[in-house]
């Protein structure tokens, strides 16, 4: 890190042990309304800035890993603040990007309002009480890829696949 990397924005935990810089703004984030998110965060839902790994600084702090089942058998990385374990960011496994690419949780965010969800997955299973917004995309399991990103979000997700040799879909 060096004080000419640029801020998007910051975060941490709740001890305040951690601290990490944004450079730029996620890909995509999602409201993740499946019973793993669910039962993981004690909420109604995860909301995940995707991310490229060097975009998110580890300003200080030690950071702890975890690895969790998850639905698709291959797991989560789930990297926690090593003092209060707070969850900060994960690394699903099946998505074949390895750590190049992180799912930040936003509520760690200083401002976690600079990073509403683009879209709502897993719906199908989500609380019944829990109201999503009109104008915000929902989908029961998951979304085309294609039609929800943007041009410059795919272009990024193009670039990292390269980069990590995973396929581009």
Known sequence: MTNNDPTFCEGGCACGAVRYRVTSKPMIVHACHCHNCQRQTGSAHA???????????????????????????RGQRIARCASCKVALWS????????????????????????????????????????????????????????????????QRLKTLCEKTGAPYK
């Open 47 to 73: 909301i995940n800035a995707l991310i490229e790994t060097d975009r998110v600084i580890l300003l200080s702090g030690e950071i702890e890993k975890l690895l969790v089942d998850t639905p698709s058998g």
């Open 91 to 154: 690394n699903y496994l099946i998505n074949n990007q390895g750590e190049h690419h992180l799912f930040l949780r936003v509520g760690t965010l200083d401002d976690p309002s600079l990073m509403p969800p683009d879209v709502h997955i897993h719906t199908a299973t989500k609380l019944p009480w829990y109201i999503i917004p009109d104008e915000t995309p929902a989908v029961e399991v998951f979304y085309d890829q294609k039609t929800t990103w943007s041009q410059d979000s795919l």
